[in-house]
């Protein structure tokens, strides 16, 4: 799902580290900064007396072609890729690759990225030989001896090799089942993991996934890097719906390739979606809709400014009607911030349900659905903004907010079709340019969102002046690469509004950005100074040590601080839970995300967590089962970290 309007809003409005790009890039550079073979197993030893019964194998044979036709109606597709050729195992290169976090930021990069397929691959045809090339004889008398032992580990190992070749030309030839034999064979004779991976390979065009399985497990105990093995059971796994499972083994083979491979990074992409879907549908079934961030809150209802006010409307309006008398009393606890209690109060105006005035009703169902849509209850939302456009068709107010409820579905000719309509009612609302601005910056046109902030800003009048459409000017300026103009911009907004802590948070971002790390960290001390309350800048200041100075200690103490601020703040929980899997503090993680996944209020923010949940699932799977690898890659990115100081 793409990110909705008021999640994107939220992080222009009220986190600057979004607008300027700088939570993005902050992030990748977290990522990608400093942050034995197992003993052999024999395969079982067929029974000499079938080894001698042409038989007996061929009636194997026939019972293995009769279920492959059954199951060969499989949806499924399958990955089988082309097994090895004659001689060694294949081992990935673990030399300077990425931590395996980045598993996480790819499919935040996806929060939110599409999968580049919705199905595992589609069979290959294996090795070495030519298709058509019929062997002479495709069970060779002299490689099925009667007594295996009484041969030299030289013998066994030179007629094995044999079998294999002849066993790739029958897959070569798609007899799946006859290859299958002819593996078999070899791994009696001297069992290799090549040659348990190319019966994976031929098991897996016949659909029989837990044979695939099996044999990838024999082949990983011989060689625990075997990336064609892992790939097969990997792919075996999503056919069965195993798809942690599946999504382990896919990371472990980008871990080995030192996430270089953009095909191997498509299959935990595709892997982490449909975990995720699954997950947040789950989750969203049980989920009690609550107040978000009183931050996030605070952020969306002062960016609409217009005079006159709702409040004052209603402050104004006289009347002895219980209705309006909780209308009143629940605007009075939004001034004072008592999000909660202006919600009970507005929804027992309404169940009161006599207002005995159109507009002062309307605005009453226009507060409920603010409401209802900061808990990302959308469709209830819509309801009630219809409802108050019923009363008071021309509102602008409520036409911007269900401009909104549009852009949030991802209805952008709808949205576009709200502002046009606010427009022509009234050409010089504050609030349609502002929010009109917001959306064309969210879709990259900075121009045109810098002109719709100019319009706001040539008609607001004194009581309807804020400070962030002079911000979001300054960083719609910066977003087209005049650096001159954004710096004059926020020196204006500076002398504006000298008590505004959002001005010096939104510029140490861009201070940030441009690697001005002293004067960065100056700006978000004095928003510190200036709002103790606020996570924001304490996260930036986290996102800024880990860009200056590669400190992740003390990025994990700031992030901690934003928490304390503001226990609500999902972005903080984010951003805390990949320093955690950073410093291979998995478990820790773990809860982390499941904490952020119970703050937050949207579908869409909920399957990014649970998409970085479970790509830390895959790294703990890493960890505990390849730890050498870990320390390698702790190492080369150690490494990578000092090479930029």
Known sequence: ????????????????????????????????????????????????????????????RRKRKSSSKKSSKSKVAV?????????????????????????????????TASATSSAPASPKDAPSAAAGEEPENIRPDHLFPANVNALTEEERKKLAQEAKTIGNKLYGDKKYSDAIDLYSQAIKLSPSAVFYGNRAAAYANLYEYENVISDCDEALKLDAKYVK???????????????????????????????????????????????????????????????PSSTFIAAYLDSFRAAPTHASIVAD?????????????????????????????????????????DVVEAIAYNLRSTFHFLMGRVDLAVNDIERALELQPENINSLIKRATLFMERGEVEKTIEQFQKAETLAPKNVDLFYHRGQVKFLTGDFQGAIDDYTQSLKNEKPEESSVYVHIQMGVAKYKLGDVAGAEKKFKEAKR????????????????????????????????????????????????????????IVQSEADVRKALEQDPLCDIAYTHLGQLLCHQNKIPEALQVYNDAVAVSRT????????SCREAARAQLHVTENYPGLMENLAAAAAAAGAARR
């Open 1 to 60: 799902m793409a990110s909705e309007w008021v999640q994107k809003n939220w992080k222009l409005v009220a986190v600057g580290a979004v607008a300027t790009g700088v939570v993005v890039a902050a992030t990748a550079y977290v990522l990608s900064g400093p942050s034995a073979k197992a003993s052999s197993t024999a395969a079982a030893a067929a029974d000499a007396k079938d080894a001698k019964s042409p038989s007996a194998a061929a009636a194997a």
């Open 79 to 111: 990955a089988a890729s082309e097994t090895d050729k004659a001689g060694a195992a294949a081992a990935a290169d673990a030399g300077s690759v990425e931590n395996v976090v980045a598993a996480a930021a790819a499919t935040a990069a996806s929060a």
């Open 229 to 291: 093995a892992l790939h097969r059971r990997g792919n075996a796994f999503e056919n069965l719906d195993r798809l942690t499972e599946a999504l382990n083994d896919y990371t472990v083979i980008c871990v080995l390739e030192g996430f270089r491979n953009q095909n191997s990074m498509a299959a935990p992409d595709r892997v982490l979606k449909v975990l995720a879907t699954r997950s947040t549908a789950e989750v969203m079934k049980t989920k009690v809709a609550k107040m």
């Open 317 to 357: 309006h006289e009347s002895t009607q219980d209705a309006v008398r909780l209308l009143k009393d629940a605007f009075v606890s939004l001034g004072a911030r008592e999000w909660q209690k202006a919600f009970d109060l507005v929804c027992g105006a309404i169940e009161t349900g006599s207002f005995e005035n």
């Open 496 to 551: 504006l509004f000298p008590n505004s802590a959002e001005v010096y948070n939104y510029h140490g971002e861009i201070l940030m950005d441009r690697q001005s790390f002293p004067e960065a960290l100056k700006s978000f001390d004095k928003a510190i100074e200036m709002d103790t309350a606020s996570p924001l800048p304490y996260i930036n200041k986290s996102l800024l040590h880990i860009q200056w100075k590669q400190d």
């Open 603 to 610: 579908e869409a923010e909920i399957m990014n967590l649970i």
